[in-house]
C-alpha cells in the first residue's frame, strides 16, 4: 500500500498500490503527486521496474501521480535508463484526459513517447488482460460522479482479488463477488463518525458499511482504504475495533507502506 488516504489527507499519502510479484509490479493509480517517487523508493520499488499502471478514474488524487509517472518514464526512456515499454490501462474518459494533460504540461523530450512507448490503452467495461501473468478483468462500477473502473484478477488458488474503486460496492458489480477471497473496498470514515465527515454526502462508505458488505459475501480477507485522516494515529485500532462488530473474516486496516501478502 504506497498510499491509504482519501483526497484531502495531509498526514499520509493518496490512495494507490502495486500488486507485486517478485520484481514486477502492477501499479493501482499513483495518486495526486509527485510524493509517488518517494513511496516507491520507500517501498524498495525502483520505479523504473513499473511497466503496467492502472489508472481508475480522472480524481486528481489519482490521475496526477500518473502524470509524474509519465514525466519520470519518458525521462528515462530518453535517458536510455528504462527497459521495454510502459502501459497505461483506463476507461476512454480517464484516459482522453490523461492524453491531454500529458501532451500539454509533459516537456517535449518526454512526451514524444507517448503513442511510441508509453501506450494509453483504453480498456472496456468486462475486457480482460493479463497482466502479472494472471487474468485480470475490468469493470464499470457504475460511479454517479465520475467513470471508473475497477478490476477482479484470479489468484494464483483459483479464488479472486476484486478491487471496487474508491466508491461504494455496486449490485452491477456482483458476478465479481463471486469465489472472491480479497475485497479492496474504501471506507472513508468510521460509522460512528458519520456524522463528522459525511461520507454519503459524497458517495463514500463507512468502515461498517464495507466490513458488513463482506460479511454478506462471505468474503475471507477484506482491505479498507480511502479514508480520512484525522484519526491517523489511532486509525488501525478504531477501525478494526468497528469492522469486527460485523464482520469476522481476516480484516486488514493498512498504513501507508504496509505489505500485504497475498498468498
Known amino acids: 500500500m504506497l498510499g491509504t488516504g482519501n483526497a484531502m489527507v495531509s498526514h499520509c499519502y493518496n490512495t494507490c498500490f502495486t500488486i507485486s510479484d517478485g520484481s514486477e509490479h502492477l501499479l493501482v493509480d499513483a495518486g495526486g503527486g509527485n ?3 518517494r513511496q516507491l523508493e520507500l517501498a524498495g520499488i525502483d520505479r523504473n521496474s513499473i511497466h503496467h499502471i492502472i489508472l481508475t478514474h480522472k480524481h486528481t488524487d489519482h490521475i496526477l501521480g500518473v502524470i509524474w509517472m509519465i514525466r519520470a518514464i519518458g525521462q528515462a526512456m530518453h535517458s536510455g535508463k528504462y527497459e521495454g515499454d510502459a502501459y497505461i490501462y483506463g476507461n476512454d474518459e480517464v484516459m482522453s484526459i490523461l492524453e491531454q494533460i500529458a501532451m500539454a504540461i509533459v516537456d517535449g523530450r518526454q512526451r514524444r513517447f507517448i503513442g511510441d512507448r508509453i501506450h494509453l490503452v ?3 467495461d468486462g475486457e ?3 497482466l502479472l501473468g494472471r487474468k485480470l478483468t475490468f469493470f464499470d462500477i457504475g460511479s454517479t460522479k465520475a467513470k471508473q473502473y475497477g478490476f477482479s484478477m484470479e489468484l494464483p488458488d483459483g479464488t479472486r482479488l476484486t478491487c471496487c474503486g474508491d466508491e461504494p460496492w455496486n449490485e452491477c458489480e456482483l ?18 463518525q458519520a456524522d463528522i465527515f459525511h461520507p454519503y454526502e459524497k458517495h463514500h462508505s463507512t468502515v461498517r458499511d464495507a466490513a458488513s458488505l463482506a460479511a454478506r459475501f462471505g468474503i475471507g480477507h477484506l482491505v479498507l482504504y480511502h479514508t480520512e485522516d484525522r484519526n491517523i494515529a489511532d486509525r488501525k485500532v478504531l477501525y478494526m475495533e468497528e469492522g469486527r462488530e460485523v464482520y469476522d473474516g481476516d480484516l486488514y486496516v493498512p498504513d501507508d507502506l504496509d505489505v500485504i501478502l497475498l498468498g
Open 35 to 37: 510524493q509517488i517517487f
Open 122 to 124: 483504453t480498456v472496456l
Open 175 to 192: 458476478k465479481y463477488m463471486d469465489n472472491c477471497s480479497w475485497l479492496l473496498h474504501e471506507a472513508f470514515c468510521l460509522h460512528s
Open 128 to 130: 480482460e488482460r493479463v
